[in-house]
């Protein structure tokens, strides 16, 4: 009988151990996802800093390379400490009336957060820190849009502003309980909350600025191209952080994210490689990494929500609609978006966020649309996408114009002609220049 007995609670002790973890509240903390999404969190940093930073930096002529990798930098500090001053609050917390559209300041300096405060099943540092990392590399996209000609510190307060007016309001109603939300949008992982406004808000600014010294007329090629290489593969690995970690959970939904965000940059990158190779003869390089990129960002909305065949068709669409809307904007309107943000991010960003609609229904076999018609996404993600863009264009428009009046926009045409980096840093990336 006692060895029945100790059998018995043998037995009772192992099914308690392996049952009791999935009976298990939210407010039980996963190690496995927590150590996922910190995970995560560097690799979208390290999409920042370094990849984005050396990809721009690389693309813009060498009198330049610094004043962008500094850009990118001060960005990232500031952002920051605004990020803990009340963006983080405004953004994820209920703003009362104001709910739909903003949210409250109540925690502005996280006063209340601790070791053991949670969101969801992880803590809120490594939530905190999460999310800060979307809203460094939001304002450093757009600047590719304005690269190699505006004053540091219109850079600086524009990119503070804009994060504030843009980049807040359009997160909370995306992804903090905001009126979008409601209507029930998908973006998972931001084309509308980061690549639509960044590309669109990068477009404005590079119409408001003009154009660069020289251009359409004078040759303004990428000055290193392996540091450009390098930078863009540093986007495609931290991009896995960017989709994958907006799961929020190490499991089936993570590892899809994952696995159609890089589908999509390979189709991307060949779809673009194969039509400049018809078009001019020869496949570049410049041509490859930017097919990447473009694949990224337009899978980026649909990547928690569609299979791989989705991610195959939404990969090989950006390559093309991404590939001819950089010839539209550059070659035949002469806008100088110098590094492209609109038309590898902003049109990405559009088209990703309506084929979400289409390719996340099961019929396409995605993940399914929640119980409403694949016209029914379509139009809500229409009406988001609509929404950004006027939001995007106008606060866009209002704090440069705003800007440009106080202290003026861009440097000197002596200070473009010599550099940003000597004439603002009093510096150069290379010694013999």
């Known amino acids: 009988m006692n060895n029945l007995y100790n059998k018995n609670k043998k037995s009772i002790l192992f099914l308690a151990l392996v049952l009791l973890p999935s009976f298990a509240g939210a407010s039980e903390l996963n ?198 290489v390098t930078g863009a593969g540093m986007l495609w690995v931290g991009w896995f952080g960017f989709n994958a970690g907006s799961a929020l959970t190490a499991d089936g939904s993570a590892g899809m994210a994952m696995l159609v965000t890089h589908i999509s940059a390979a189709a991307g990158s060949l779809t673009w490689m194969v039509i400049e190779w018809i078009r001019f003869g020869k496949p570049s390089v410049l041509g490859i990494v930017t097919g990447m990129v473009a694949g990224l960002g337009t899978i980026t909305p649909a990547s928690g929500f569609v299979g791989p065949a989705g991610a195959l068709a939404i990969g090989i669409t950006a390559g093309i609609v991404c590939f001819y809307a950089v010839q539209i904007v550059k070659r035949h309107l002469h806008i100088d978006d110098s590094l492209d943000v609109f038309p590898v991010h902003g049109v990405g960003g559009i088209v990703g966020s309506i084929l979400t609609g289409v390719f996340a229904a099961k019929s396409m076999g995605g993940l399914g649309l929640d119980g409403i018609t694949i016209f029914e996404q379509v139009s809500i993600q229409a009406l988001a996408v609509v929404a950004t863009i006027i939001w995007s264009v106008a606060f866009s428009y209002i704090i440069l114009k705003v800007l440009d009046y106080l202290m003026g926009l861009r440097v000197s045409e002596d200070g473009e002609v010599q550099g940003l980096d000597i004439v603002l840093h009093e510096e150069t990336g290379y010694h013999n220049l």
């Open 31 to 228: 190690q496995a996802n927590t150590a996922w999404i910190l995970t995560a969190t560097a690799l979208v940093l390290f999409m920042t800093l370094p990849g984005l930073s050396l990809f721009y930096a690389g693309l813009v002529r060498s009198k330049n390379v610094l004043s962008v990798l500094m850009q990118c930098f001060a960005i990232t500090c500031m952002i920051s400490i605004m990020w803990l001053a009340g963006m983080y609050s405004l953004i994820f917390t209920d703003g009362g009336g104001a709910q739909p559209f903003i949210g409250g300041l109540s925690k502005a300096f996280v006063p209340n957060m601790g070791t053991d405060s949670l969101t969801g099943d992880i803590p809120e540092t490594v939530f905190f820190m999460f999310q800060m990392t979307f809203a460094i590399i939001t304002p450093a996209l757009i600047v590719g849009g304005f690269a190699e000609r505006m004053k540091f510190s219109s850079m600086m307060i524009f990119s503070a502003l804009w994060a504030l007016l843009v980049y807040v309001p359009v997160c909370h109603w995306v992804w903090g309980g905001g009126w979008l939300a409601d209507l029930g949008v998908k973006d998972f992982a931001g084309g509308i909350v980061i690549h639509i406004t960044a590309g669109v808000s990068a477009l404005v600014t590079a119409l408001m600025l003009g154009k660069r010294r020289g251009f359409p007329t004078v040759a303004m090629p990428p000055h290193n191209m392996p540091m450009v």
